[in-house]
C-alpha cells in the first residue's frame, strides 16, 4: 500500500515489485508562484543590431588631438594683490648714547663699567688677603667715581690712569701667586681607575682624602691626580715626561699595572715600563713610591707570582718606596667593591689611603732629592 516507506521496506524485506510507486496523491499541475509579480521572460533591454558590425570609415579624415600638458609658468594675475600692514613709526632720543665732540668723549656709562670692573678687582684682592692691593684698587674706584661725577675725561688720560694702577699690581699679583705655587711642593699620583676615582662622586677617592689629610697635618703639598682610568704601563710610560715637565712633582705615586695583570700582557714589557717611569721621575729629582698589585690566582701560579715579584724587585733595584698590595684589606671583601667586582667603592677610599700613608710619610719629610740634571751643570760649571 501507499502508506509504507521506503526505509520500512528495507526492513522488511519487501521486493521492489511489491513497492507502490504511484503517488497516492494529484500531482500539482505548477508551483505556485513566490512574488504576486507577473513573470517576465524577455529581457529588460534589448540591444540593436544583434551582431555587432565592424568596417573602414568610408572617407579619410584627419583628428587634431589636443597637445599634452606640459608643465606652465607662472604668470602675473591679471588682478592686482594688495595687502595692507599696520605700521607705526616712532622717533625718539635714545636712552644711551655718546656724542663725540672733538676729543672729548661723554663716558658717564664707560664710568659705571669701569666702576663695576673695579669693583671686581677689588674683591679678587681682597679675597687674596692683599692688603696692599686692596688699598690701591680703593683708590682706583675712587679715582674712577670721581671720573663718573664729572662725566666728560679725556680717554688719553683715563686709560694712563688705569694702566698706572691696575698692572703693576695684577703683575705683582701674579708673580707672588706663582711664586707661592713654586715654593709648595707636589705630590703627583700617576695610577689608572683605582685612583682616578672610578664609578665615584668627584672628590670621593683616596686622593682627595690625602689632600685633606695634609692639610689636616699642616703638610704643605698640593696633591695632582693625572690617573686615567684604563691606564696600562705602556701609557703611563708614554706621558711621563710630559706629565714631569707639566707638575714638577717632589713625590711619585705610581699605581700602575694592575690593567696589563688582568690583560695577561707580557710580564717582561710590563717590568720594562714601571722600571722607565721610576727612572724618569728620580731624574726629575722626584722621589717614587711604588703601589704594588696582585692578581687573582686564575691567571696561573707563574704568572701571577711573577706579576707580584716584579713590584718588590724594582724597587728594590730602583730604591724606591713600596706598597707591597694597594689593595690590602680591600681585595678579600666583596663588600667593598662596587658592582663590577673590580673597582673599590667610596667606602673601600679610606684604608687605600691608610695602605699607602705609612709608607708616604717617611718621603714627606725627607730632603728634597738633589736634581741631577741641576747637579750635572753645577759641575760642570765649576770646572
Keep these: ?81 594688495d595687502k595692507s600692514i599696520s605700521c607705526k613709526m616712532v622717533s625718539g632720543v635714545a636712552p644711551l648714547g655718546t656724542d663725540l665732540v672733538s676729543d672729548l668723549t661723554v663716558m658717564t656709562d664707560g664710568a659705571a663699567a669701569l666702576m663695576d670692573v673695579t ?144 690583560r695577561g700582557l707580557a710580564l717582561d714589557a710590563t717590568r720594562a715600563n714601571l722600571a722607565r717611569m721610576i727612572t724618569a721621575s728620580q731624574k726629575s729629582g722626584a722621589r717614587v713610591l711604588l703601589a704594588g698589585m696582585q692578581l687573582p690566582p686564575n691567571y696561573g701560579r707563574s704568572y701571577t707570582d711573577g706579576f707580584r715579584n716584579a713590584y718588590g724587585e724594582l724597587a728594590k733595584q730602583h730604591k724606591a718606596a713600596l706598597v707591597p698590595f694597594f689593595l690590602e684589606g680591600v681585595a678579600d671583601n666583596r663588600a667593598l667593591f662596587q658592582a663590577d667586582g673590580i673597582h673599590p667603592t667610596q667606602a673601600a677610599q679610606a684604608r687605600l689611603l691608610d695602605n699607602v700613608w705609612p709608607v708616604l710619610l717617611p718621603l714627606l719629610t725627607a730632603k728634597p732629592a738633589a736634581n741631577p740634571a741641576m747637579k750635572s751643570k753645577t759641575t760642570s760649571t765649576a770646572r
Design 119 to 262: 669693583l671686581l678687582v677689588t674683591a679678587a684682592a681682597a679675597e687674596a688677603g692683599r692688603s696692599e692691593g686692596f688699598t690701591r684698587m680703593k683708590a682706583l674706584m675712587a679715582a674712577v667715581r670721581s671720573i663718573a661725577r664729572t662725566g666728560i675725561v679725556r680717554a688719553g688720560a683715563l686709560l694712563v690712569c688705569l694702566c698706572a694702577l691696575v698692572l703693576p699690581q695684577t703683575a705683582a699679583l701674579a708673580t707672588q701667586a706663582s711664586a707661592a705655587a713654586a715654593a709648595t711642593p707636589v705630590i703627583l699620583i700617576y695610577g689608572d681607575s683605582l685612583s682616578a676615582e672610578y664609578g665615584l662622586a668627584r672628590g670621593a677617592g683616596w686622593a682627595a682624602l690625602l689632600d685633606a689629610r695634609l692639610k689636616e697635618k699642616r703638610l704643605a703639598f698640593t696633591v695632582t691626580n693625572a690617573s686615567i682610568s684604563g691606564e696600562t704601563t705602556s701609557g703611563g710610560a708614554a706621558r711621563i715626561d710630559a706629565a714631569l715637565k707639566q707638575h714638577k712633582p717632589a713625590i711619585v705615586i705610581v699605581e700602575l699595572g694592575g690593567n696589563d695583570g688582568l
Design 1 to 81: 500500500s501507499g502508506s509504507i516507506t521506503f526505509s520500512s521496506a528495507l526492513r522488511c524485506g519487501i521486493n521492489w515489485n511489491d513497492w507502490n510507486t504511484k503517488p497516492a496523491r494529484r500531482p500539482r499541475s505548477a508551483a505556485r508562484p513566490s512574488s504576486s509579480r507577473a513573470y517576465k521572460l524577455s529581457p529588460p533591454r534589448c540591444t540593436l543590431p544583434d551582431d555587432g558590425v565592424s568596417r573602414p570609415a568610408n572617407n579619410e579624415s584627419s583628428v587634431d588631438l589636443p597637445e599634452p600638458e606640459l608643465p606652465t609658468t607662472a604668470t602675473v594675475s591679471p588682478d592686482a594683490m
